[in-house]
């Protein structure tokens, strides 16, 4: 078998001919981030061969015959040596601010009587007597019974093979942790009293960029910690088709699997060795994620959720067991996945409606929308819910913008066109400027083109009287800070590129509403509220957003914020056994429009690939703004 | 931290002060075997200390101070060198004779209409359809309700997580492998119709000295193998006393679960390599083991099983899966376990009598007795069911007699004392004597009797005419064979002391009998028939065992060999719901009668310890035999 060798790491392994390269790699334990899903369009994945030779698919760009794009290498029968380029993702686990999610938890909580999911029940088991011919977990089962009324009980294997000692630690005293299900006593833990610990659970929000996970004491519903950090999945692909491509062969399925649980359990174990909850003691789980996300997290294939007609395998997963996903926590615990609707609208959508009127009995109609690496929108309220994704694509988390950047510090996060047609702006944490990020974009998009510097097509003023715009050709940018000042060493500027992305991302956005509004018969003006979710929304400028076209022309307090709806969903749905019933009786509720099928989608997006719209009639309080300034 | 290093393998390891020597080697890799479970008691893990100093409980015997019982030694503060001894345990793994246990299950087969314990049915599940909302686990399921009548369906993840290709293969064509309980389908496999393959099955005999398997087509209820071979837990204990003990400590526990789980698996994948048959296509098991090895095997502290009032941590496991278990087959596939009567009492017994009329509609009163490293007994019929344990002790298993050793090739089977008062004996395998197994001793031992070379207390005439008696001191012995035919090279001879553990064995067991019986106001005359399950009774020689007392003064017509009936038992329950449910059913009615609370039980065992007893009356047959050849 033909060895290869890394560079610079100098691991070895023999593979046999005809393996891809980079599944030698992650054999060897050698980190080759391919973002694109291993479909040889992103680059990132670029080796130089030193020795040997590889077959190769596709060429890499470019005239050094040297360079070879990893993703689309397979093994010949020579040894080789490759070396590799290190790409540092951004690092970042950090503990959130939990004050306003868990304001939101106790809002929510405070309005009505919630029956809890986990149980807790003081037993007194008799001791054993000669000859009665009953066994610890007999006599056990008889008390629990006897106490709950319940007419049968499950006790796990764990729980047994420590029984005799447990209920002889405290003559019989015993704490029970249990689930009330229909006639069933489904235990979950047995504690002698005297050493009872607290029972807690964790609510998960599985993002395709972010996983937050978030600890609660089930006695009080008290938020513990949150803690939130990068899914470990990120350099199999950035969005979530790269990651279904990714996926195509069972080991690398594993791969993704063991990737996003893993990223769970290191966000857990950093949370639990800070507040020293034994993993035991975390009893009840509760998750929630786009449907790619969830497929991946169970290890169930999701080649289909990408192939038409585009079925999930699964949209809720009843009966499944921390034990069966591999979360580390109490291996008997019972996981709640809240269930997705199709397969780009997943449980993250139906976990994060539970906070609006959408599921409940208010009157009126409102809109929710995510955006994520993904954008999902849900329109409807007491009578009807529809729901549909449209591809955002990245550009609203700096992706695709060559200065882009997630909103981490040194993110440019707020700019503002200044009356000299220079910019001003802050930054994430105060420091020098290393990129921009969603919000900023947005803000600079709508300053340049309320001052005239871009036109409605996104194109520049190429009359040569502003300093910041550079001219090179056919192409052009605005410098929003030079080299000299920046923490990169490098220009922070966007392009007419950067722009059109940006267009096409705000356009795939409103449109979608649009239609989907279209669709019931309504307009925008006919909403109650518009409600905006996930990490995108938390910087956003309102007034901005709908002066470039992303979000529709309504008074800014029509506008809500909601923060991670999808984290506060899934814990809801951890402490309450009514809000779990409210988000599945909403997922049967939603009904799921496929935008690609549908014809009117993309007249309605052609439409909106201008600033803010082609039809003006619209926006007639931007158009009225930008009247009120030139004037 | 001490570094101990073991000779002569030269394994070295760290570790804390304090540590026991046993559990610092079983780290290091190094086998010691402590056949006592650790008490001190059998001498077998003698080492000796080559450099450096051991805190010891309690010294080994002898002169030579370098010399001490591993399981009596701590780690101090210094290093040490220590030498183990090698201990060889008779190797056999080996294929049994399927004729006759096969014929068995298929009489019983044959009686009436068995249900089921895996169904199988095809169903078609139809394609996805875009936008109707549906997942392939949806489709799945709304077919198997509408082929099966049942009211829920329970799906496994590790089918889910294939469920996108099982369904795509073979167009939807897939055969579902389930359980059908209550209003319930359980789901343990889905294949491609296309791809099918059989539907397999495991029963298990878990001794605690042998473990035997047997795989069974489930099609056609067939035996395809079995294979037995020994207890991989025999190092660690040679009785079920000595592995409680051993398993105190957690560590050793799982120890202990991991030997006795692996010596299934081993023996499993031996079958299944050579039949090509894949552990997926394993869909259910059934095991019989006795109380002690049940808990070892489901990693249950066993402490509370010696200690009064012996009561058991589980007498039955519902919901119990392979993957709990740890047992390589499907994981998904459940685990029937033939449920225990007490401490003492296991489901060995309960699926042992399962063949027998005990439980059964038949009139009269019958007798089981399973003679293995313990002596378990039921009594009973329609009317009543009574069981009991006695320790017999290991000497019908050759252990505690010099020359004993277990029905393996080379043992001495059957021996017969011609008129010259000389053996003739046949050997397993026909080799040269390697030692005596149990049958050999009984033959020998009534023979002896009967030609008046041993009285009735077990003592030899020390006359002198007999060349084979051999008097040193206080010591006499017998010799079967010289050392120079012998394949050890050592005399095989039998003596005092040995007879004298026999005869404390077979009083154990006669007086188990008698006591039982007279506690239900009967004799051994008012039993319909006397059953014998287990290997012990395969080579028996009714006639010399009733001589010595060990079985009853009955005609031997009376008297029916079952075979392994454990297995036997473990298989019906593995194949029909009917026998499944017969088991409980029997464990149910069976009333353990605890002998060491028996005040009665100590005067019956003195007056067995004599040849055939101290009351002639109750063996006239045996007085007639002996009084016709004096003639």
Redesign the interface.
């Known amino acids: 078998m033909p060895t290869i060798e890394f560079q610079p790491s100098g691991a070895r392994i023999d593979v046999a001919p005809g393996t891809e390269l980079v599944d030698a790699a992650r054999a060897a334990g050698v980190a080759i981030d391919i973002p694109c899903g291993g479909n040889g369009t992103c680059g990132k994945c670029l080796v130089r061969i030193v020795s040997g030779d590889l077959n190769q698919k596709k060429r890499a760009e470019g005239d050094d015959p040297r360079l070879a794009l990893a993703c689309q290498c397979a093994i010949g029968n020579d040894d080789v040596v490759v070396e590799t380029f290190e790409h540092h993702l951004p690092a970042g686990d950090r503990d959130e601010d939990i004050a306003e999610y868990a304001s939101a938890i106790a809002t929510v909580l405070r309005s009505g009587r919630h029956a809890p999911i986990v149980q807790r029940t003081a037993l007194t088991v008799p001791p054993?007597?000669?000859?009665d011919?009953?066994?610890?977990?007999?006599r056990l089962k008889a008390e629990i019974i006897k106490q709950t009324g319940k007419k049968s009980v499950?006790v796990p294997?764990a729980v047994?093979?420590?029984?005799?000692?447990l209920l002889?630690a405290d003559d019989g005293m015993v704490i029970i942790t249990w689930h009330d299900i229909e006639t069933r006593a489904i235990v979950i833990r047995v504690e002698p009293a005297a050493f009872a610990a607290g029972s807690y659970g964790i609510a998960v929000d599985v993002g395709t960029t972010t996983v937050a996970v978030a600890l609660v004491d089930l006695a009080t519903n008290a938020i513990v910690a949150v803690r939130s950090g990068y899914n470990d999945q990120i350099p199999c692909g950035l969005d979530v088709i790269s990651r279904i491509n990714y996926a195509r062969r069972p080991v690398r399925l594993e791969d993704l699997r063991g990737r996003v649980v893993g990223t769970i359990n290191r966000l857990l174990e950093e949370i639990r060795s800070k507040r020293r909850v034994d993993a035991d003691a975390i009893v009840a789980g509760s998750l929630a994620g786009n449907t790619v996300m969830t497929h991946l997290l169970?290890?169930?294939?999701p080649?289909?959720l990408r192939l038409?007609?585009?079925?999930?395998?699964?949209?809720a997963?009843?009966?499944?067991s921390a034990r069966?996903?591999g979360i580390a926590i109490n291996p008997d615990a019972r996981l709640f996945l809240s269930p997705a609707?199709?397969s780009y609208v997943g449980g993250d959508i139906t976990a994060g409606v539970l906070m609006t009127p959408l599921t409940g009995d208010a009157e009126g109609v409102s809109l929710f929308l995510d955006v994520g690496t993904n954008g999902e929108l849900v329109i409807g309220g007491r009578d009807f819910l529809i729901a549909c994704a449209c591809s955002a694509g990245p550009a609203f988390e700096g992706g695709g913008i060559d200065c882009g950047m997630r909103a981490a510090d040194g993110a440019i996060d707020r700019v503002r066109i200044a009356d000299d047609d220079l910019p001003e702006f802050t930054t994430i944490g105060g420091a020098s400027p290393r990129g921009i990020c969603g919000s900023g974009i947005i803000d600079l998009i709508a300053g340049l083109f309320s001052k005239g510097i871009i036109d409605s097509s996104g194109k520049f003023d190429r009359s040569g009287t502003n300093p910041r715009i550079r001219i090179d050709g056919r192409r052009a940018e605005y410098v929003i800070e030079s080299a000299s000042s920046s923490a990169t060493g490098a220009d922070i500027a966007i392009s007419e590129l950067d722009i059109d992305n940006v267009m096409r991302a705000k356009a795939a956005i409103y449109s979608a509403c649009a239609l989907m509004l279209k669709q019931v018969g309504m307009s925008f003006t006919d909403l109650e509220r518009f409600y905006i979710a996930g990490g995108f929304g938390r910087y956003l400028n309102i007034e901005n957003a709908i002066t470039i076209g992303l979000l529709p022309d309504l008074p800014v307090d029509r506008f809500a914020y909601l923060g991670n709806a999808s984290l506060i969903g899934s814990t809801l749905a951890l402490v309450s056994k009514d809000e779990r019933e409210r988000i599945s009786r909403s997922a049967r509720r939603m009904?799921?429009?496929?935008l690609s099928?549908e014809l009117d989608y993309m007249d309605q997006y052609t439409a909106a690939l201008f600033l803010p719209h082609t039809d003006r009639e619209r926006f007639p309080n931007v158009y009225a703004r930008l009247n009120a300034k030139k004037r």
Chains 1, 2 share one sequence.
């Open positions: 054993p007597r000669p000859d011919g009953h066994s610890d977990f007999d499950i294997l047994i093979r420590a029984l005799p000692e002889r169970l290890g169930i294939v080649e289909h038409e007609p585009y079925t999930p395998a699964l949209l997963a009843p009966n499944l069966d996903a609707v199709g009904t799921y429009v496929n099928t």
